[in-house]
């Protein structure tokens, strides 16, 4: 009997995305997007099961997976660093932007990202985790500074 290779799905295949031998690349890069697995993977057109039986049968895989949510979280901080330094605290729907949230979310993954960023960048993990922590840091301060300035 020939060996199944674990990212095959036992589904049928609902849609021609989850054929596609591409599903990793687009899986991939939304990740790195939105650091949304499960969304993610509705992007790419594949069962969320699917991805995580693909990264834990193969290593590199599961190195680009990290790389992305290392990137995904690179882009939350910069894009909650952007709107505090120009002020922008609103949403494109005129919602109030959850500035807590994403500060609780930075904080909680700060330790993967950390060693995502470490092996991209030949840093040791401190330094990253230095650099985050100021980052942070930072972050809380404006914020205390801009609900200062509402008051």
Same mark, same amino acid.
């Given at each position: 009997?020939?060996?199944?290779?674990?990212?095959?799905?036992?589904?049928?295949?609902?849609?021609?995305?989850?054929?596609?031998?591409?599903?990793?690349?687009?899986?991939?890069?939304?990740?790195?997007?939105?650091?949304?697995?499960?969304?993610?993977?509705?992007?790419? @057109?594949?069962?969320?099961?699917?991805?995580?039986?693909?990264?834990?049968?193969?290593?590199?895989?599961?190195?680009?997976?990290?790389?992305?949510?290392?990137? @995904?979280?690179?882009?939350?901080?910069?894009?909650?660093?952007?709107?505090?330094?120009?002020?922008?605290?609103?949403?494109?729907?005129?919602?109030?932007?959850?500035?807590?949230?994403?500060?609780?979310?930075?904080?909680?993954?700060?330790?993967?990202?950390?060693? @995502?960023?470490?092996?991209?960048?030949?840093?040791?993990?401190?330094?990253?985790?230095?650099?985050?922590?100021?980052?942070?840091?930072?972050?809380?301060?404006?914020?205390?500074?801009?609900?200062?300035?509402?008051?």
């Amino acid at each position: 009997m020939a060996k199944r290779d674990p990212a095959q799905n036992n589904a049928p295949n609902r849609s021609g995305a989850a054929r596609d031998r591409n599903w990793r690349t687009r899986f991939l890069d939304h990740l790195a997007e939105s650091s949304n697995v499960t969304r993610s993977a509705e992007h790419a @057109g594949v069962d969320v099961s699917r991805v995580y039986r693909l990264r834990r049968a193969q290593p590199d895989f599961a190195r680009q997976w990290q790389a992305a949510l290392s990137e @995904g979280y690179s882009h939350l901080e910069m894009e909650v660093l952007r709107r505090l330094r120009e002020g922008n605290f609103k949403t494109t729907d005129n919602e109030k932007f959850d500035f807590a949230n994403a500060i609780r979310l930075l904080s909680a993954h700060r330790d993967s990202a950390t060693a @995502g960023q470490s092996r991209e960048r030949d840093v040791s993990a401190a330094e990253v985790r230095a650099s985050i922590d100021r980052k942070i840091e930072e972050i809380r301060h404006r914020m205390s500074k801009a609900r200062a300035g509402e008051q």
